[in-house]
């Protein structure tokens, strides 16, 4: 984890809030605060050693595989949220979206695919998916792409903004790659959601599966939606869904087009807390 990471995770919403003399307070305290929370950070984890030492990882179910790497898509994790140094091994609700990824993915499990995730974070999905498509090749991407913990010659780890037409255009849609699932799993902001999607969808292939997790965060939390702009991703979807017209600032026409064209079917689940958006392409 690099400094300017730990300030941005932990401190930038902080320092923009606080008084001139907290604000030096801060300033002069991250640094030390950086270092005191570095021996707790994680080593990097090498998943094809441990393939090697957990054969039988490769059989288990997503729920399994999600709660072992401690992903917030399981049913239970260690809240990896707070600092290093803060964190215990106290196992809270996570958003519980196992047993819906299993009814789409199972089929798919021993396909040769190219995967996407959005929003990596520290990695603990992209290393559960790496056992659960023992065949697939894992690309997952972050705006901090230094806290990612894993390495492997299955998975391609680097920088994305989702919430920029332009990082969108320059890493993704110009990379020479289409891909089989996407998992937008970023800041669940609104028009991230929205340009993630419709920008995204020309690079899956035929048959492909798009998933928005938290679809429902710019509907029902204000820092997700700060100028409470509509319509919202969800709204949009379920527009589609009622073979209703929908219009977006931030959706071009021919991208809407596209999606229009080229979705087989949209399907909205509810978590343990929150909802999850899977969006067919046509075969």
Same mark, same amino acid.
């Given at each position: 984890? !690099?400094?300017?990471?730990?300030? !941005? ?5 902080? @320092?923009?809030?606080?008084? +001139? ?37 490769? *059989? !288990? ?13 399981? &049913? %239970?994790?260690?809240?990896? %949220? ?7 091994? =106290? ?5 519980? %979206? ?14 040769? @695919? ?20 023992? *065949? ?10 230094? @806290?990612?913990? $894993?390495?492997? =010659? ?15 255009? &320059? +890493? @993704? ?9 996407v998992i937008e799993d970023a800041c669940h ?5 929205? #340009? ?47 073979? !209703? &017209?929908?219009?977006? =600032? ?7 087009? $596209? ?16 909802? #999850?958006? +899977? ?5």
């Amino acid at each position: 984890m !690099k400094l300017i990471t730990f300030y !941005k995770l932990y401190y930038d919403h902080r @320092l923009k809030k606080s008084k +001139i003399w907290l604000k030096i307070y801060l300033i002069l305290t991250i640094p030390i605060k950086y270092l005191i929370n570095l021996p707790f950070v994680p080593k990097k984890k090498n998943l094809d050693l441990m393939a090697q030492k957990f054969p039988d990882f490769f *059989n !288990k179910n997503l729920d399994f595989l999600f709660e072992f790497f401690n992903s917030d898509k399981g &049913n %239970y994790y260690i809240d990896q %949220y707070r600092q290093p140094v803060k964190r215990n091994n =106290k196992k809270i609700d996570a958003h519980g %979206y196992s047993e819906i990824y299993e009814n789409f993915f199972l089929k798919k499990k021993n396909n040769h @695919l190219n995967i996407l995730e959005l929003g990596s974070f520290y990695g603990n999905a992209a290393a559960s998916l790496f056992f659960y498509f023992k *065949n697939s090749k894992i690309f997952s991407t972050d705006i901090y792409p230094d @806290l990612f913990r $894993y390495q492997s =010659k299955r998975i391609e780890n680097f920088f994305i903004d989702n919430s920029s037409e332009l990082s969108i255009k &320059n +890493i @993704l849609l110009n990379k020479d790659i289409s891909y089989d699932i996407v998992i937008e799993d970023a800041c669940h902001a609104f028009k991230d959601q929205i #340009i993630s999607l419709f920008m995204l969808f020309r690079k899956l292939n035929r048959g492909a599966l798009f998933i928005v997790e938290e679809l429902d965060h710019p509907d029902t939390r204000n820092d997700r939606n700060i100028n409470n702009e509509h319509p919202t991703l969800r709204e949009i979807l379920n527009l589609i869904n009622n073979n !209703k &017209n929908f219009d977006s =600032k931030y959706i071009l026409k021919e991208d809407k087009e $596209y999606f229009l064209k080229n979705f087989e079917y949209i399907k909205i689940f509810k978590g343990k807390t929150n909802e #999850i958006a +899977i969006i067919k392409k046509n075969d």
